[in-house]
């Protein structure tokens, strides 16, 4: 998992994989703010925005009991916060991931039981997290009360990253 904002990105730019870095340049030339909901293609790449594209979502938080953990096999994601406060919950990898709902063969997801060792981290407008294939993340979590987010989860298949 990596945490940065996009303020800030540039000065990780050596240590973040190539994949990673041409998903944040693609992001910041879009109009974000006036896309609706969504899904994008980065026109720039042609035939490869298979690969690498983008989401525009809209939902509402929920406490993280409401929430499950999950994973991806094939995408890793950015998800850059917008609008509003979200929660997530990280777990590292461990024996007590029990996949309770696996859809990875459709749709590249998984849903897990509560991890043992969960933190939670907060992202504010502008801030992201990467999560790599593999990684247990729980997103949608209200910070405080359920409040509307809104956001832009870019997804990069494990190809271009070398996996």
């Not at 990596?2 to 340049?25: G, H, K, M, S």
């Not at 929920?62 to 609008?83: M, N, Y």
């Amino acid at each position: 998992m990596i945490l940065c904002d996009l303020a800030n990105w540039q000065q990780q730019r050596p240590v973040l994989p190539a994949a990673v870095v041409q998903a944040l340049e693609l992001l910041q030339k879009q109009d974000l703010a006036g896309m609706p909901a969504g899904r994008y293609r980065f026109e720039e790449l042609g035939a490869a925005s298979d690969k690498l594209f983008f989401m525009i979502q809209e939902m509402e938080t929920r406490p993280a009991s409401d929430k499950r953990p999950e994973a991806h096999r094939e995408h890793a994601d950015i998800q850059l916060l917008l609008v509003g406060e979200e929660r997530y919950g990280v777990a590292l990898p461990g024996a007590d991931r029990e996949v309770v709902e696996d859809r990875r063969d459709t749709h590249d997801i998984a849903f897990f039981a509560t991890p043992a060792r969960e933190v939670f981290v907060d992202l504010q407008p502008g801030m992201f997290a990467v999560f790599f294939p593999g990684e247990l993340h729980r997103p949608c979590c209200c910070v405080n009360e359920p409040t509307r987010i809104r956001k832009a989860v870019v997804k990069i298949h494990r190809s271009l990253l070398g996996l």
